[in-house]
């Protein structure tokens, strides 16, 4: 039995269960009680501290429940064995500090006085004023709202709105029960390839939005890229694989700008038709934004068989802040995914998704569009004017959609080569080698593509656009 | 060359290029021009229909891009071959009406009168007002930090906080830079199993949160379920597996409510350190809940040797609708995570990580921790003290923390049977053996599980609590 030489003092601030925890805990561990010594009834503790009984309890099930004690019944406590490996708090705190000198904060990026990127937007028409408006009231609507737990596909009355929009808009034929909404595209493939299940072979374009690769490829699936940088993707190609899923942005492709042809379309779901389990993704990620004629229907809406899983997302329509994706499934798919996500809790907050609803009902979204889409042409038609008045500019594609232009250029310098020294001028263009898949960037590679640059202007002003190009010019010639 | 018999409406609200596209679409559509038909040039048909050449241009590239034309260099535009597989509106308009009648809204969760879930809390005290207060400051802060792309581990002064945060209460020792902030538990399980790669077996307590096990299941672990019903995951039976990752709840184990002893925990890191590439999953849902003593200080805190990833949720301690959780990432994995998962966006909107930091940093989390650790009190001790005035109820564990209590009854009924004759009067109380891993349900079960309820009592009055308690008595006497 060990004699426990604790003082209390009755005028700390520290309660007395504490203090006694304290006391023993220490004497623990530093080998004052050492292991298997019985220590003193709660009663007879109690009594010589002259303390309530549950005070000397209340420190005993602390110590017992951080395994210092062991309860042996009808017995009493015993000391546990406990090691030199628990450190103090002493020690934790050496710890930390020591953390904090290994760890720097990760380098922001590095900054760039002008960068040409396709994912940049303009945000200065945002209707801060309206969706700060539907925020509040949201938010002062009902308590209950705000922290009772969502839907786990989404809030359905979200869901009923992307499905009418996505009908009216992009032709998509679905029932707000298909589409799940999530926290941007590559959340929702990491819901799909569960939904899809394992080992899945992947045909994708090549170049490609090089996240939805990684995504996927992450997900231990096989991905087979086929060449997509003259006509896009080839039905001819695919054929050739043993793919069972197609990723592909048929309405504009990314970064080649292509928009694919209705027999390929056709000739695509025919190939998805023709075996059962096989499936195509549609990402349909910048469809809002084409400058001639009127947008370009969805393969969704024109497949018979339930064989398309469309995905879409407002990060590129509203911003890259607003993090709300959706995904619309193939009634097939519904029930796997009931079954492997339907766990899942949304994971885009309840009261975004209300604010989203809210705006677009309200029909701010389509008026935002409309006149972003004013505001993109506009840049859109200077860029390629002054582009075109450029000596050094060879050819351009991927126009008349989207964000960004692709400039084949005239000159000894591969279009890396020009990258880098207009990184050193503190501008960054981007080279359209950089969106091919990294194990396939050299392969057959055309000797245009070496030498076209990928130019994103729709962050940038007219001067900024000049400002680029004359540091280009300067560069190449 | 087909001859096109457009007559153009100037007074029509529908543009004069729609209505050629229109005319043309149609007669490709319904064969009246047929594969391979050339078409009028862009100059002879401005000039036939009096129109600017342009228009016809845009007509023409429209149905370019949509592959209803083809264009043949210095030759001009033919009619591509569409199958009849292509819908048209009316033809989409009906798939639509069909898609509406055979899908519902999937059938909303079966309302009970009372629900004992260990899930569900209690919100009436939740700060709503300074929480509204917080986001209308953030909200007219700027503009720009509303829209502009944030962090992909989440915002660095969110990062810091919680650092800070889990240093003073749970002894956890981490540089904000190993803080991954995600939304929810299952998502950052989700990242988790890309940074620490395929294939990996993964040794599990049984019974545990089956949600876990689910999400690593889905991303292709071997799942290892460990008996942990008696006083938790043992040493011995890990050391006989070919386990590689550990998940494991060491403050406060869901559902059986034990204490990992220290013994164990060093026994565990211990058993970590012994290969390379082992690792410890902790996590501390709930720890915040203690109503004796104080809380136990985290694995994490005293593992040497960086083989702890720490997860905690602020989904339990504010509310189920804030899916904001937290991963402390040992140093070595760090570049792994940013080698594979870095390119992930944040899955928490910005503001509301912005929002929470200012929660944090303004003391309200503190308070209101405190003040629901004296409600959730209250209410344990009502349910512990109803419980007890029962003559059906045998034994009770897992008191002491957490929302719920183990429930072991003298009855003939199983808790299973129970569960559904409670169903039936409108009250769900939870059978034990749910929260089993469904393939080793019926493996090695002790008697006593069977016969053991799971009752939450997170957000019950007392008047409920009695009212449960009166029905479960009517069920088992």
Redesign the interface.
Known sequence: MHELMIVLDNHSKTPL??QI?DYIRKNITDGKISCGEKLPSTRFLAAHLQVARSTVE??Y??LL????L?SKPCLGYYA????D???N?TA?EE??KE??K?????PEKKKYRLVFSPDE?E?SC?P?AA??KI??DI??QD??S?????EAAGE?DLRETISRYL?QAR?V??????IIVG??N??LL?LLA?VLG?GKRVAIENPTY??AY??LS???YQMLPLPAFKNGMQIEELQYTNAEIVYTMPSHQFPMGT????????GL??WASRASGRYIIEDDHDSEFRY???P??SLQ??D?NGTVIYIGTF?KS??????VSYMVLP?ELLSAY?R??G??????????QKVLAAFLNGGYFERYLNKMRRIYKGKHDSFLALLKQESWVKKISGD?AGMHLLVEVKSDKSAGEIVKEAKKRGVRVYALEEYFIFEYRDEGFLPELKNTLLLGYGSLTEAEMKEGIACLREIIN
Request: glycine letters at 8%; a positive charge; proline letters at 5%.
């Open positions: 269960y504490e925890y209340s420190a099930a602390q429940s951080e395994g210092y062991e546990s064995d406990i090691s490996l628990y450190l708090k934790i710890k930390r953390a904090q290994v760890f720097l904060r990760p937007n945000f945002f801060y969706w700060r925020s509040r938010l002062s308590d209950a705000l922290l009772t737990a969502g359905w009908y032709g034929n679905c029932h707000p029960g298909q926290a941007g590559e959340y990491l569960q394992a090089l996240k990684q995504t992450n997900m231990g928009v694919m042809p209705m027999k390929m379309r056709l779901l025919q001639r004629g009127k370009i229907p809406g024109i018979h990060s509203i911003s890259p802040a607003i993090r009634k009931y492997r996500c766990f899942y809790a949304s994971t885009v907050p309840k009261e975004q008349h």
